[in-house]
């Protein structure tokens, strides 16, 4: 019973992991300036990633495998927010300024 319930909750978790990938694409080709991509792409991309190699550890079980998925987890959880941080702030350096709205002809006339 415990293993129907760890893989029912494991595959829950691969698919809307695979969700969340998805609608980051998404956003990363809607949005227009490269901040709110950035944003798109690194919160989708942390969420996406816990998702999946949580499915993976589930689904692996109690073994040294479920160790070394915990261990690219733990790595990429710091290093995604911080090369997303670190575009962000390579691009405000670079003089890159984010879309406002204002200028831009409104759709309600």
């Known amino acids: 019973m415990v293993d129907i319930v760890l ?3 494991s595959w ?3 698919l809307s992991g695979g969700l969340v990938a998805v609608i980051g ?3 990363l080709l809607r949005f227009p300036d490269i901040y709110t991509r950035l944003h798109a792409g690194g919160m989708t991309d942390t969420l996406c990633m816990l998702l ?3 499915g993976l550890i589930l689904q692996s079980g109690l073994s040294i495998l479920s160790i070394k ?3 690219i987890l ?3 959880l710091f290093t995604a927010p911080t090369a997303a941080h670190a575009l962000a702030r390579a691009a ?3 003089g890159v300024e984010p879309q406002t709205g204002e200028g831009e002809p409104s759709s309600n006339t």
């Open 7 to 9: 893989d029912w909750v």
């Open 92 to 94: 405000m350096v670079d």
């Open 25 to 27: 694409g998404i956003g």
């Open 69 to 71: 998925l915990a261990l």
């Open 52 to 54: 999946i190699i949580g």
């Open 74 to 76: 733990l790595f990429m």
């Open 12 to 14: 829950l978790m691969l």
